[in-house]
């Protein structure tokens, strides 16, 4: 079945310490963006990308990187310049030959001890 | 830039409408989506207009006024499972997404 997965579901990880969240799509979308949720709050976006091997810094990037060598991939890099890294991270794809519509991936909590 | 302002909560019971708005002030206007988020799961796409007017997809409806940069998301029939999180969103590119309403849906 086509879809995006992110792993893992729940991630801990110390303070200080860099994490990578995996985001893979196998959809065939060009486009492909990360976003943080806070607990009642909306998405923000983190960076974006509209083809392999470029990207672009969205609202909230500071703190954050990325890489797009691969058109299926797209992974997040949360460093330890993040101030505040607890939070819910999606991924998700669009395919911008058709329709804006984001298709988004499960979702990782990722919580800073 | 862009901002998308929605109420923060709507209650409702089985059975009733409800209508969740978004009222958006943006620099160039590239059609209004609406989103569904149950808690801790991931947003799925429920409904787009680009144009004036209703948009109907079963029991979900959504409509749009450019001229009072306006829309809403119309819940008929409702159930227990709406009970979730509804985001309105705009943007080319790349979405900026509303404050979020949360419904409640009681018996």
């Known amino acids: 079945d086509g879809g995006i997965t992110q792993s893992p579901k729940y991630l801990f990880r110390k303070e200080g310490q860099n994490v990578t969240l995996s985001c893979e799509q196998n959809?065939?979308?060009?486009?492909m963006y990360w976003y943080r949720q806070d607990p009642g709050q909306g998405l923000r976006l983190i960076y974006y990308?509209?083809?392999?091997?470029?990207?672009q810094k969205g609202d909230i990037a500071e703190g954050y990187s990325v890489s797009r060598e691969k058109k299926e991939s797209f992974p997040l890099t949360v460093t330890s310049a993040q101030k505040n890294p607890t939070a819910f991270y999606l991924c998700?794809?669009?395919?911008?030959?058709?329709?804006?519509?984001?298709?988004f991936g499960p979702g990782t909590r990722l919580t800073v001890l | 830039g862009q901002s998308l302002e929605q109420p923060s909560e709507v209650t409702a019971v089985e059975g009733a409408i409800v209508q969740i708005n978004c009222t958006y002030q943006?620099?160039?206007?590239?059609?209004l989506s609406w989103y569904q988020q149950h808690d801790g799961g991931a947003p799925t796409f429920l409904s787009y207009?680009?144009?004036?007017g209703l948009e109907e997809t079963g029991r979900f409806s959504s409509f749009l006024s450019r001229s009072d940069s306006y829309g809403y998301l119309l819940l008929q029939e409702l159930q227990m499972k709406d009970s979730a999180s509804y985001f309105c969103?705009?943007?080319?590119?790349?979405?900026?997404f509303g404050t979020g309403t949360r419904l409640l849906v009681s018996p």
């Open positions: 969103a705009s943007g080319f590119q790349k979405l900026v």
């Open positions: 959809l065939n979308h060009d486009a």
């Open positions: 990308s509209q083809i392999v091997n470029d990207f």
């Open positions: 998700a794809s669009v395919d911008t030959a058709s329709t804006d519509t984001q298709y």
């Open positions: 943006t620099s160039g206007f590239y059609g």
């Open positions: 207009n680009a144009l004036d």
